[in-house]
């Protein structure tokens, strides 16, 4: 390009920051590439109730680089939300969800699963966000009261009001709202009674030492005891030990996620986990 000041040129030079720039213009290059070639795939981790019995899952995307192998989302939904890519890649999020949803209705043993979709801020605030999940949902078949969206916080940083009228059509379609990561972001108690959710997530940097860290325990009751007290259920995050989900189930915590249940595998793997427990449980030893 002969414009000295093109796109991708800098106004001043900077190695480092140019560096920087290419490897984001890269990795941009990289994603769209990986969503035109279908190298993404969802995992999916077993979500608990008080006596251990799985629920749900939560779909976790994964990126299977030809060369790099699999990449976490830490690595990449950053890129991809600030580049606009997270919109039609979590489009093909939700759509793969909803066909895991109908396959789970077709065999009794999953019918009664839901499945927690993560939806980032860029790609609840399109416009049209509400009416592509209800067509979708509508496409595949899948039934809405078994499909849930975790939202963060910061989704609420920008225009509160559409977002809060989101989730009631949403909510009002059967689609269960939770909040992602509660107590790490801008948690306004303000918003929160106004919000149309039926679940606060408990971040796992306050289940990680809850056994040790008083702060941590002290923040865990407040928010089960806010989530009990607004009629919420709460879900515990990052569950790895013995220890933290007794802790956890004194305080009152009913539902649980974490490694000590199960670590994100993939649909296959979750679901013979599932048939594998139920067939267990129909020939007792
Ligand atoms: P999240 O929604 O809070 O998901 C939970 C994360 O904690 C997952 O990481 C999961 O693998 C991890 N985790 C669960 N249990 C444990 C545990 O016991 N110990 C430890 N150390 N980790 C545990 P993952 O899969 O790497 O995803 C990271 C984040 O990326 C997610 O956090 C979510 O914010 C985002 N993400 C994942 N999939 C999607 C997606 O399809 N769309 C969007 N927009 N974001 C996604
Ligand atoms: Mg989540
Ligand atoms: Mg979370
Ligand atoms: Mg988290």
């Not at 993404?40 to 680089?65: C, K, N, S």
């Not at 991809?80 to 043993?109: H, K, M, T």
């Not at 909510?171 to 106004?194: E, M, P, Q, W």
């Not at 220890?243 to 915590?253: I, S, T, Y």
Request: contains cysteine.
């Amino acid at each position: 390009q002969a414009k000295a000041n093109g796109r991708n040129t800098m106004c001043f030079f900077d190695p480092a920051m140019q560096a920087v720039v290419s490897a984001r213009a890269a990795l941009d290059g990289d994603l769209r590439l990986a969503l035109a070639q279908r190298h993404f795939e969802l995992h999916y981790q077993p979500q608990v109730d008080a006596e251990g019995r799985i629920t749900g899952a939560e779909a976790l995307l994964r990126w299977q680089h030809p060369q790099r192998g699999m990449v976490a989302p830490a690595e990449f939904i950053g890129a991809a939300e600030s580049s606009g890519l997270i919109v039609p890649l979590g489009a093909w999020v939700l759509e793969q969800a909803c066909a895991r949803l109908v396959a789970w209705q077709q065999q009794p043993r999953l019918a009664q699963l839901s499945l927690s979709v993560n939806v980032s801020p860029r790609q609840f605030h399109q416009p049209d966000f509400v009416e592509q999940a209800m067509a979708a949902l509508a496409r595949s078949g899948a039934d809405p009261r078994r499909l849930k969206l975790e939202l963060t916080e910061s989704l609420l940083l920008d225009d509160v009001e559409a977002s809060i009228e989101k989730m009631s059509r949403l909510n009002a379609a059967g689609v269960g709202i939770s909040l992602d990561d509660f107590g790490t972001g801008y948690s306004s108690l303000t918003y929160l009674k106004r919000l149309p959710i039926y679940q606060l997530k408990i971040d796992r940097s306050f289940v990680r030492d809850i056994v040790t860290s008083p702060a941590d325990a002290a923040i865990t009751r407040t928010i089960l005891t806010l989530a009990d007290s607004m009629g919420l259920s709460a879900m515990a995050e990052g569950v790895e030990t013995e220890e933290q989900r007794h802790f956890l189930n004194r305080q009152g915590c009913r539902a649980y996620q974490g490694y000590l249940f199960g670590k994100p595998v993939t649909a296959q793997q979750f679901e013979q986990q599932l048939l594998d427990v139920a067939s267990m449980a129909a020939c007792p030893s």
